[in-house]
């Protein structure tokens, strides 16, 4: 009887560790999808950022370039 504290502690510690064993998998998978977001993101912003860039010189070519007025009512 004297070993079944002991028993049941080290059991728990055991359960404990697994499951700590499993958390720490998880963390690496989202550890390694959230630098795959953050490439994709990185790249999208890019093509954003060149998109821009054409999309100003073709209003430029065409003289459409925004201008601000100030008008009253």
């Given at each position: 009887?004297?070993?079944?504290?002991d028993d049941?502690?080290?059991?728990m510690l055991?359960?404990?560790d697994?499951?700590l064993?499993?958390?720490?998998?998880?963390?690496a998978?989202?550890?390694t999808?959230?630098?795959?977001?953050?490439?994709?993101?990185?790249?999208l912003?890019e093509?954003?950022?060149?998109?821009?860039?054409?999309l100003d010189?073709?209003?430029?070519q065409?003289?459409?370039?925004v201008?601000?007025?100030?008008s009253?009512d």
């Open positions: 009887m004297a070993h079944e504290p049941l502690i080290h059991r055991r359960d404990i697994r499951q064993n499993r958390l720490t998998e998880d963390v998978d989202l550890s999808r959230l630098a795959g977001l953050e490439t994709g993101m990185a790249a912003t093509r954003m950022d060149r998109a821009e860039t054409r010189r073709i209003e430029s065409l003289g459409l370039g201008t601000t007025s100030s009253s």
